[in-house]
């Protein structure tokens, strides 16, 4: 009988994040300041960031970083994760690829958020920072940031979009029974906030506001600082554990990725699984395929431009050199809410630019019959999210048969979907549809940004 | 750094099942027909269940019972799964106790009902069978039958109560994403459910009459069979590999329990990690203390009494005999949807009665208090059913700290509460209450049975 699951030990969790900015030729360009038109330094961002996140958001020389101890030892309660061999899948499909997933839907919180959380709320503590904050929209990064918050003992704020906070309560009461303040987006207890509400009474928030809602609890109270899930360089970093443990996994396996794919928001999580992978292509030259699958409502990568502009919808943060749908794009309401975000991280952006990685996208209800399909070949319910990586997996896997070649497919099972089931809910009662964009839509909204650029 | 998590490889998944009654002196009484008074005979339920079940059912001298390959194969998918030691835990209640959880909320339905669930579809498919039904309450064995039914290429039909139905899509859903068909009781599809819509079409369901159509549906429908998640004998047996895991594992830390601790509905989980711990007991003489913890709403432990009894509602089963509060018991609408159950399996009950184990009830209110505390402390958010084996647990923890002793304890955590966080929203909003229970209440009851069992 041939392994299916296959595990490392509390002492296998990787020492060090893998910083994959030191191999570049190519750095990713450097966040300008929107009026001065001046790179940032690390300080720049102190009033907001922690000062290690600050300085590892633009570290670009140390090829790798160690994993504090403390981190680590929360890592233990769910790290190192399973690498799978799909075996069911394979079989669905009838192909001659191998096909291996790396399972994060272990953790206690159901995604691979924690493992930024955790390294983000111990830097707050080293500190001497007491609270934090932070905004969520679907909820999992605000709870695995609650989880996080809770080991070090900092208190939470989060604000959550409101019509999440009332449309889905269950994330909400996963984060508090973590012990963190749950906040409905806009709130009074901002100045944005209170402005916004005043305006309309009835607005049912965004994440636009409640990340400025968050900034500025940040800012303006003492001893508090604000955390981020994804897009920045430093929670890619965190993230690597996923890969460097995926390839001490997959050389058990005797085997190694021809292609490694993960589903593709602010990049995070196709950083975590796809960096110390792309460390061989960087430094010895091995010919792995790195595929990012992004929701095509939502495309920036195989639809968007490489442009300096806000991370944010509001247009409070620094401008970022990075492929974009502009600041002001909409994304439809996919259920995959972790993956409608109009930007790129500056890292990932810089190495599609350069062609070490490629992008496919997906259309919703291609994604949930992917998730149907390995729901029922492996057993695992996916998250909306990654059922996209699942479906490019799904597309690699049959032209493979098609071409009657046996490649070996690695992919990130990011998060399980037990706190999703409204949206399986909609797919299986036919209520799901797909979004298309004209790229008239999406020239639109690059407008606003080629305009800002050219000031 | 010392040991959290104590992992097993795919190849320590136990080979064999350990069944207790080959070690009992006192053999659980056999089930009697209701009409008859005659002890059943393993053919007897041919026509409901599949025959090695019914086998199983009635084996009492087999210590221990393969596990086919093909049975092994599935429980590769999330077996073996960890042994934790809570320091989280301890710390928080500042304890000499060493407290260790077997955590079985890894499995991808989210609890331990896979273990038999995969074993009853396994034989199932081995007799010929093609289509299978059962019922489901909230809808955790649901899930775990659909499951396994899928990986077995059986059709499977799920009776979900009404209410659950209209207000758990969830739990379907996931049922629905593995491919069962989830029938809402009553339903039109049997007479028995025809029956009582006739009578009331707004009757919202009950586990009682769910089961009696599924039964119906077995019995009638060619090459159909009844399966079960709980209080039967061969479904204890199947849970075994939960305890023996826990063995190697606890050896592992270097430790052995002096206190064995699991919630308890009908009695499976409970038997799961208890049985191969209490096989020492009866073989070797250990002094381990087995202690089942049941809502204080459905007590049959604590305050019912060990008579000859119905198993479900309806009084379409042969007469167990058991610690019961009577088949007619309606128990309060707790969220701890599975330890809402009259009765307890022949086995644990003998082995109450014969003092190898003992029970304690918990309150509502101290359950979600439990579940809180540990979910800050280890961060997983327990099942509610589980969340009273944490009650339990803190308890003797508690006694450990006042009396200055270090006792080792291990508790299964049976399943993670995601998919419950309604309950979590109730208590976290103060709409939770404890439900009392006079000893008039119980007696009245019993008195039916009592009866019952003069006739």
Redesign the interface.
Known sequence: ?E???F?L??KDIPTQWYNIVADMKNKPMLPIHPATKQPLKPEDLYPIFCEECSRQEFNSTDRYIDIP?EVR?VY??YRCTPLVRAYGLEKALDTPAHIFFKNES?S???SHKLNSAIAQAYYCKKQGITNITTETGAGQWGAAMS?AA??FGLELAVYMVKISYEQK??????M????ATVIASPSMSTKAGRKIITDDPNYMGSLGTAISEAIELATTVPNCKYVLGSVLSHVSLHQTVIGQEAKKQMEMAGEYPDIVIACFGGGSNFSGIAFPFMEDTLTKGTKTRFIAAEPASCPKLTRGRFLYDFGDEAGYTPLLKMYTLGHNFQPAHIHAGGLRYHGAGTTVSQLIKDGFMEATDIKQLDSFKA??LF??A????PAPESAHAIAATIDEALKCKEEGTQKTILFNLSG?G??D??A??SY?SGDLKNYDLSQEDIDKNLETILKLQQK
Chains 1, 2 share one sequence.
Request: net charge positive.
């Open positions: 009988m392994t299916k699951k595990l030990d509390e101890e030892d233990r309660n272990v206690p919180v159901g989880y809770k080991f309560p269950y994330r909400k009461s996963i508090q029974s973590y012990g998730a149907m729901a029922k492996e057993g695992i319910i399980h037990l706190i089931m409204t399986y809910d299986l």
